[in-house]
């Protein structure tokens, strides 16, 4: 099961890097994974029809139950099945489809990103990697939709949609949190082992809007259904896949997996059943009065989640089993339908309903396909869709105590059922009778055959599932009613003739009555687009007017009131709410402070020394930027030696080093700041409480800050895992040094991401420092510089006039690199280790850089420091996969003695080459940001203002 979800993930890579002459690979590519996947999918069915999930699981943190768990059971893999045949369809579609301008590798490499985050969202064995999957679902679609993105409308379309989804995706994943809360578990099998749990909570009302709005948005049902329409946008390949058997279906996959557990409530009954009724009808009837082909699937689609919503809402095990029957039924006919539109938009230019009339006569074939799968997108008879819907008018037409629901269901279902026959009879008709078409550019003709034949086989399926259900979808359907509803699973029969009953009455009802209102609607209102009477309360201009107000009017307004451009007042803001929120939280819990028992003269000193640094160095930093810099360095200082005093050499070390470098780095970036402001003469009475209000707070802070970190240090520690690294660092890590044990091998994933979020960092600095336009008044060379002699590039450094300096500090270049490889090697057993040894590496750079300048050390040394930001990450990365591959978590360490000549037995660990990523990493950072800074001095920048802004489309100047 694991390569149902990391294959596709693996070929997308591959398909993406197929480009220029080789992009057509990316088709037998995708489609060979797409078919792979599919035939995986079907050899595991015998396992999944005997009644038991198959799980496959990989630990994280087994203690807060996060794990990385796939599980397949019926339901799962009735939808696998739907993602991987249906997307291999819609590969071989694409193929003849789609452009050869068009960019096809990237097409087909995001159809598998999507279908991998598809295939882990079903086969989530994790509520909360279910949350994740989701929102890589709205993220993939949201490029998917936006394809062809010099479109406007497929820019609109595709930030609609990704807005509204990941709005849902937002509440889902609350919603996970609230039932991992309750259950007590985030396994998905102990939730849907919990029984009314969730029921009975108090938390239950809570946790199901939150989970409904995830549900509700992702399947577009009322009133978040107007993203889907606008989603048409995206190429015809991806609305056949994505919008009628995936993305859409995710939502009431959702619904259906939590059935069990969540459905029995008045409140699940209210807000599922009528909001699904609302969408079922709404789309039906703004899927007739659409001209585009597209819009009117679209809303059709609509209104079918609609139907499934408002079964999975009625709390009954036959409306349940209804309901996924149609989800498979929806997804075959719906996807050929939509092959179908783009077929005819293909091989016409257009899919505007009143300029296409008569391609019967050009597309036989296509058109006689095309009305079978309409027949069963309005339910005739001998067609799948007219099973799964006698279903649905089953359970509306059972009796219900409640009068409003005894007559609002039956009566809703017909009125849909009749407004689904007249939009299906309008697609027929409207699109392959009538006269022949007369506003085309071109002459209609019948695609390519392999074209065609993803179309054919699915309307074959609807054929065969509505003359045989009981061979063809019998056993499928079972496993996976049988998954959901377990012994509380009804007997239903899938016999095409019932005999003459309401449901059928019903049938007929809305046949007839579907030609009824189709004849007025052709006659008078063919011509409308769009639902009359509500052309003003369109979704998608409330939604643009909501959006626009959010983020301009509101914004703005709220700017005004409460906001202003200086910083000053935002950041004295922000720290006295954190200063009240500190108060407030921890005053009442202070209690007594015992008084310190002694105190060491020598280190009360330098704590002396430290504070008054830091305080001269904040009153400094406006005026006198190098003096606040020393003093700084002064504060630092102290930090190191209270280090070093409290036997922590480990951070003495780091923090030395790190202080070297930061303050190299700075004093480097000083010069390109505007210039200092001079010390006013006279100050006013009302900058002078400014300033003392300023240091009122600053102190309080400080205070609050230290009395805080005191009370923490004075009371007894609960017990904590300090012991468990002190006994194990050797055992388990090979290392007698606990604080680098700690970091490279018990704590491995939180260096990951800390090492991540440095590369990050220093690829930003130099992003936004190779844009820099300095100040008119820092853009000429500095003072010191002037008053000496000038050189031929304006460049002056070390060597010009520190001629001994600069020598030594070329000597001590491999001797720096000498001490770094020696820190970096015995890091695991004394101080020392990676981050250590990266800074002094960098500390190496520096150093030439200072004392030769930027030109004469780059032509002579090519470090290119990006290389060793990705190679020290992959590095990284790769020691913890290795333990993947051996069978163990993530970032497992192993160690073992090993017989060296003339070394004799030393201990080796695997944790060594993670600290050697964390080395090159933090190398290539540490560099790119010096490079970035010293580029400035010889790239001649243009001053700031001095850019002409350039002219953009539709506005006036460059804002």
């Given at each position: 099961?694991?390569?149902?979800?990391?294959?596709?993930?693996?070929?997308?890579?591959?398909?993406?890097?197929?480009?220029?002459?080789?992009?057509?690979?990316?088709?037998?590519?995708?489609?060979?994974?797409?078919?792979?996947?599919?035939?995986?999918?079907?050899?595991?069915?015998?396992?999944?029809?005997?009644?038991?999930?198959?799980?496959?699981?990989?630990?994280?943190?087994?203690?807060?139950?996060?794990?990385?768990?796939?599980?397949?059971?019926?339901?799962?893999?009735?939808?696998?099945?739907?993602?991987?045949?249906?997307?291999?369809?819609?590969?071989?579609?694409?193929?003849?489809?789609?452009?050869?301008?068009?960019?096809?590798?990237?097409?087909?490499?995001?159809?598998?990103?999507?279908?991998?985050?598809?295939?882990?969202?079903?086969?989530?064995?994790?509520?909360?990697?279910?949350?994740?999957?989701?929102?890589?679902?709205?993220?993939?679609?949201?490029?998917?939709?936006?394809?062809?993105?010099?479109?406007?409308?497929?820019?609109?379309?595709?930030?609609?949609?990704?807005?509204?989804?990941?709005?849902?995706?937002?509440?889902?994943?609350?919603?996970?949190?609230?039932?991992?809360?309750?259950?007590?578990?985030?396994?998905?099998?102990?939730?849907?082992?919990?029984?009314?749990?969730?029921?009975?909570?108090?938390?239950?009302?809570?946790?199901?809007?939150?989970?409904?709005?995830?549900?509700?948005?992702?399947?577009?049902?009322?009133?978040?259904?107007?993203?889907?329409?606008?989603?048409?946008?995206?190429?015809?390949?991806?609305?056949?896949?994505?919008?009628?058997?995936?993305?859409?279906?995710?939502?009431?996959?959702?619904?259906?997996?939590?059935?069990?557990?969540?459905?029995?409530?008045?409140?699940?009954?209210?807000?599922?059943?009528?909001?699904?009724?609302?969408?079922?009808?709404?789309?039906?009837?703004?899927?007739?009065?659409?001209?585009?082909?597209?819009?009117?699937?679209?809303?059709?689609?609509?209104?079918?989640?609609?139907?499934?919503?408002?079964?999975?809402?009625?709390?009954?095990?036959?409306?349940?089993?209804?309901?996924?029957?149609?989800?498979?039924?929806?997804?075959?006919?719906?996807?050929?339908?939509?092959?179908?539109?783009?077929?005819?938009?293909?091989?016409?230019?257009?899919?505007?309903?009143?300029?296409?009339?008569?391609?019967?006569?050009?597309?036989?074939?296509?058109?006689?396909?095309?009305?079978?799968?309409?027949?069963?997108?309005?339910?005739?008879?001998?067609?799948?869709?007219?099973?799964?819907?006698?279903?649905?008018?089953?359970?509306?037409?059972?009796?219900?105590?409640?009068?409003?629901?005894?007559?609002?269901?039956?009566?809703?279902?017909?009125?849909?059922?009749?407004?689904?026959?007249?939009?299906?009879?309008?697609?027929?008709?409207?699109?392959?009778?009538?006269?022949?078409?007369?506003?085309?550019?071109?002459?209609?003709?019948?695609?390519?055959?392999?074209?065609?034949?993803?179309?054919?086989?699915?309307?074959?399926?609807?054929?065969?599932?509505?003359?045989?259900?009981?061979?063809?979808?019998?056993?499928?359907?079972?496993?996976?009613?049988?998954?959901?509803?377990?012994?509380?699973?009804?007997?239903?029969?899938?016999?095409?003739?019932?005999?003459?009953?309401?449901?059928?009455?019903?049938?007929?009802?809305?046949?007839?009555?579907?030609?009824?209102?189709?004849?007025?609607?052709?006659?008078?209102?063919?011509?409308?687009?769009?639902?009359?009477?509500?052309?003003?309360?369109?979704?998608?201009?409330?939604?643009?007017?909501?959006?626009?107000?959010?983020?301009?009017?509101?914004?703005?307004?709220?700017?005004?009131?409460?906001?202003?451009?200086?910083?000053?007042?935002?950041?004295?803001?922000?720290?006295?709410?954190?200063?009240?929120?500190?108060?407030?939280?921890?005053?009442?819990?202070?209690?007594?402070?015992?008084?310190?028992?002694?105190?060491?003269?020598?280190?009360?000193?330098?704590?002396?020394?430290?504070?008054?640094?830091?305080?001269?160095?904040?009153?400094?930093?406006?005026?006198?930027?190098?003096?606040?810099?020393?003093?700084?360095?002064?504060?630092?200082?102290?930090?190191?030696?209270?280090?070093?005093?409290?036997?922590?050499?480990?951070?003495?070390?780091?923090?030395?080093?790190?202080?070297?470098?930061?303050?190299?780095?700075?004093?480097?970036?000083?010069?390109?700041?505007?210039?200092?402001?001079?010390?006013?003469?006279?100050?006013?009475?009302?900058?002078?409480?400014?300033?003392?209000?300023?240091?009122?707070?600053?102190?309080?802070?400080?205070?609050?800050?230290?009395?805080?970190?005191?009370?923490?240090?004075?009371?007894?520690?609960?017990?904590?895992?300090?012991?468990?690294?002190?006994?194990?660092?050797?055992?388990?890590?090979?290392?007698?040094n606990v604080v680098n044990v700690m970091l490279v091998d018990f704590r491995g994933f939180d260096t990951m991401g800390e090492i991540t979020v440095l590369g990050v960092v220093a690829l930003t600095v130099f992003g936004l420092l190779r844009r820099f336009r300095p100040a008119v008044d820092s853009a000429e060379r500095p003072e010191q510089q002037r008053l000496l002699d000038g050189s031929a590039d304006g460049q002056r450094v070390a060597d010009d006039f520190l001629r001994i300096p600069s020598l030594i500090m070329s000597w001590l270049f491999p001797v720096v690199i000498l001490i770094a490889i020696y820190m970096l090697l015995r890091g695991h057993d004394l101080p020392g280790g990676g981050f250590i040894a990266g800074i002094i590496m960098s500390l190496a750079f520096i150093l030439q850089y200072m004392a030769h300048g930027t030109r004469w050390v780059e032509e002579r040394l090519r470090v290119l420091p990006v290389l060793w930001i990705g190679w020290g990450l992959g590095l990284a990365m790769l020691t913890g996969l290795g333990a993947m591959a051996l069978g163990a978590p993530f970032l497992t360490s192993a160690f073992a003695y090993a017989e060296i000549p003339l070394l004799g037995k030393i201990p080796l660990a695997t944790a060594l080459l993670f600290d050697l990523g964390v080395f090159a990493l933090v190398v290539g950072a540490t560099v790119l940001m010096l490079i970035a800074l010293a580029h400035q001095s010889i790239r001649r920048p243009k001053p700031a203002g001095s850019a002409k802004p350039r002219e953009r489309e539709g506005l006036a100047k460059w804002n």
């Open positions: 099961m694991g390569a149902l979800c990391a294959l596709p993930f693996l070929a997308c890579v591959l398909a993406y890097a197929l480009q220029g002459r080789l992009a057509s690979g990316a088709v037998y590519v995708t489609g060979g994974v797409a078919a792979l996947l599919f035939l995986v999918t079907l050899l595991l069915f015998p396992q999944v029809s005997a009644g038991d999930a198959l799980i496959y699981r990989i630990e994280w943190i087994p203690q807060l139950g996060l794990n990385l768990t796939l599980r397949m059971d019926g339901l799962a893999w009735l939808f696998c099945v739907l993602i991987t045949l249906i997307g291999l369809l819609v590969v071989l579609y694409a193929r003849y489809y789609m452009s050869p301008r068009d960019p096809v590798a990237r097409f087909y490499a995001l159809l598998l990103a999507f279908m991998g985050a598809m295939l882990g969202l079903v086969l989530s064995g994790n509520i909360i990697q279910l949350a994740v999957f989701w929102e890589l679902t709205s993220l993939v679609s949201f490029l998917l939709i936006g394809y062809w993105y010099h479109r406007g409308d497929a820019r609109d379309g595709a930030r609609m949609a990704l807005i509204v989804t990941g709005m849902g995706g937002l509440a889902l994943f609350v919603a996970m949190l609230l039932i991992g809360h309750i259950v007590g578990s985030y396994e998905l099998d102990a939730v849907l082992a919990s029984g009314s749990t969730l029921v009975d909570s108090p938390l239950y009302p809570v946790t199901l809007i939150l989970f409904l709005l995830a549900a509700f948005t992702k399947s577009a049902q009322f009133p978040f259904q107007f993203w889907l329409p606008n989603a048409m946008t995206a190429p015809t390949p991806v609305s056949a896949y994505l919008h009628s058997a995936t993305m859409v279906k995710a939502g009431v996959f959702l619904l259906t997996r939590f059935w069990p557990v969540m459905s029995d409530s008045e409140l699940w009954f209210a807000i599922v059943t009528y909001t699904g009724l609302a969408t079922l009808i709404f789309g039906a009837a703004a899927a007739l009065f659409q001209r585009d082909l597209k819009g009117l699937l679209a809303y059709s689609t609509i209104s079918h989640l609609g139907l499934i919503t408002t079964l999975l809402g009625m709390g009954t095990p036959l409306a349940a089993v209804a309901a996924i029957f149609h989800i498979a039924n929806h997804a075959t006919f719906k996807a050929s339908l939509f092959m179908v539109v783009g077929i005819i938009d293909h091989e016409t230019g257009t899919r505007d309903v009143r300029k296409l009339s008569g391609l019967w006569r050009f597309m036989p074939f296509t058109a006689t396909f095309a009305i079978i799968a309409s027949g069963a997108m309005a339910g005739v008879p001998l067609l799948n869709g007219f099973l799964s819907k006698e279903m649905f008018f089953t359970e509306t037409a059972e009796f219900h105590p409640d009068i409003f629901v005894n007559y609002s269901l039956p009566i809703g279902a017909t009125i849909a059922g009749m407004l689904s026959v007249a939009y299906s009879i309008k697609f027929v008709h409207g699109v392959f009778f009538g006269p022949p078409p007369t506003e085309l550019d071109r002459v209609p003709h019948e695609p390519p055959a392999l074209m065609r034949r993803p179309m054919e086989l699915l309307v074959v399926v609807c054929l065969a599932v509505g003359i045989i259900p009981g061979i063809t979808i019998g056993p499928f359907l079972a496993a996976a009613v049988h998954s959901v509803l377990g012994a509380d699973t009804p007997y239903y029969s899938l016999s095409v003739w019932h005999g003459f009953n309401w449901p059928l009455l019903m049938s007929l009802l809305a046949m007839l009555g579907g030609v009824v209102i189709y004849v007025p609607y052709y006659r008078r209102f063919r011509d409308v687009d769009g639902l009359p009477f509500l052309t003003r309360f369109r979704g998608q201009r409330i939604f643009e007017r909501l959006l626009l107000n959010a983020t301009n009017k509101w914004a703005r307004s709220f700017i005004e009131l409460f906001g202003t451009q200086r910083l000053q007042p935002q950041i004295f803001i922000v720290v006295l709410l954190a200063l009240l929120a500190g108060v407030a939280a921890g005053w009442a819990r202070m209690g007594n402070l015992p008084l310190p028992e002694s105190l060491d003269p020598v280190l009360g000193l330098v704590w002396l020394v430290g504070g008054i640094s830091a305080i001269a160095a904040a009153q400094q930093a406006k005026f006198h930027r190098l003096a606040a810099m020393i003093l700084m360095g002064g504060a630092g200082l102290a930090t190191c030696i209270t280090f070093a005093w409290l036997s922590a050499p480990d951070l003495a070390l780091t923090q030395l080093l790190a202080e070297i470098a930061t303050t190299v780095l700075i004093l480097l970036g000083l010069r390109w700041l505007p210039k200092r402001l001079p010390v006013p003469e006279d100050l006013t009475l009302k900058m002078r409480l400014r300033r003392l209000r300023d240091v009122g707070l600053a102190v309080l802070v400080g205070l609050g800050a230290a009395l805080l970190s005191y009370a923490v240090m004075t009371r007894s520690a609960p017990l904590g895992i300090s012991e468990f690294f002190l006994e194990n660092a050797y055992i388990q890590g090979g290392g007698t």
